[in-house]
């Protein structure tokens, strides 16, 4: 039994980069990627069996789709993803041009329309993008970021959080109702030059909003989880044993069951000895609700 904001490994996988974890309560699982190791996860923690599926490139993130399967962010492009045939099969290219850049973090909103970013995958150009998918087809909504990651959603759906992982940076963006994004601000930042090391508090990865409209925010480099209140004020850290922290989802019949995904990349041998979990995934308990998972419904 996972104990209140007490994280156990679950499942020592030993990802290489593992995230994306999203909750599916069609099958009772939660679905995850390896990044590099081009895997697609189902975990079922009834029986705590893990299956994987290996992607046709890097997969950033998985999306729902409300007629079942999934729409998979890779790195050549958006597949519809059938788990019970175990194909891929190509919806979209979306940065063709761009050869070095990669999908990484996704999010579905509550009317079903698919967001997510794309990153430079060598960790070094801005040529990362903020886009929305729906039936009015692919736009980019933002640019000049090195690393996204996100977006989530407050539970009223005005409030969009996006983040910039290299600046450790989290954005709020005004929401409209038909999607359109207005007056960008910064909403939270990490200090640079803490007392955690060369990494300082480490960098903003994967965010996701619980019921009560608190802002999760994983921390890679940053040995855990950071909550925020709506106001932005950091008012919770859920400490992990092991350094890189990628995302969390709120799964279980209450969504009070929380699952991060952690990451064994950019870590020394030496690091690796001393955190021989990293790269598991881990579970707590929380005394917050999550916000169901939203499906995509267009396609």
């Known amino acids: 039994m996972t104990q209140l904001f007490q994280p156990t490994c679950v499942l020592d996988l030993r ?31 009834d029986i705590g069996s893990n299956q994987w599926f290996l992607a046709p490139s890097e997969p950033g993130f998985l999306a729902p789709k409300s007629r079942g399967g999934f729409v998979v962010g890779c790195k050549t492009g958006l597949y519809d993803f059938d788990p019970k045939a175990g194909t891929f099969t190509l919806l979209s290219h979306v940065e063709p041009g761009l050869p070095t850049n990669r999908l990484n ?33 692919l736009k980019v909504m933002d640019d000049d970021y090195v690393i996204t990651n996100g977006p989530a959603v407050s539970p009223d759906g005005k409030i969009l959080y996006h983040n910039d992982t290299l600046k450790k940076h989290i954005y709020a963006f005004d929401l409209d109702d038909h999607g359109d994004i207005h007056n960008k601000r910064l909403f939270a930042q990490l200090d640079a030059t803490g007392k955690t090391g060369a990494h300082g508090e480490g960098y903003m990865d994967g965010p996701i909003v619980d019921s009560q409209g608190q802002v999760w925010v994983g921390l890679f480099f940053g040995w855990g989880v950071h909550v925020y209140a709506p106001d932005g004020t950091l008012i919770r850290k859920v400490d992990l044993p092991v350094s890189n922290v990628t995302k969390i989802a709120f ?41 169901p998972q939203n499906e995509v419904n267009f396609l």
């Open 105 to 137: 973090d996704g999010f579905v909103d509550a009317r079903g329309r698919l967001w997510f970013g794309s990153m430079d995958d060598d960790e070094e150009k801005p040529t990362g993008r903020l886009y929305r998918y729906d039936a009015r087809g």
């Open 251 to 291: 799964g279980g019949r209450d969504l009070k069951t929380v699952y991060a995904t952690t990451a064994a990349k950019g870590l020394s041998a030496d690091d690796l000895k001393s955190q021989p979990l990293a790269g598991g995934l881990f579970s707590f308990r929380s005394d917050v609700a999550g916000q």
């Open 15 to 45: 990802a290489t980069l593992g995230e994306g974890p999203v909750w599916s309560a069609r099958d009772h699982a939660l679905w995850f990627v390896d990044i590099k190791q081009k895997r697609v996860h189902r975990y079922d923690p």
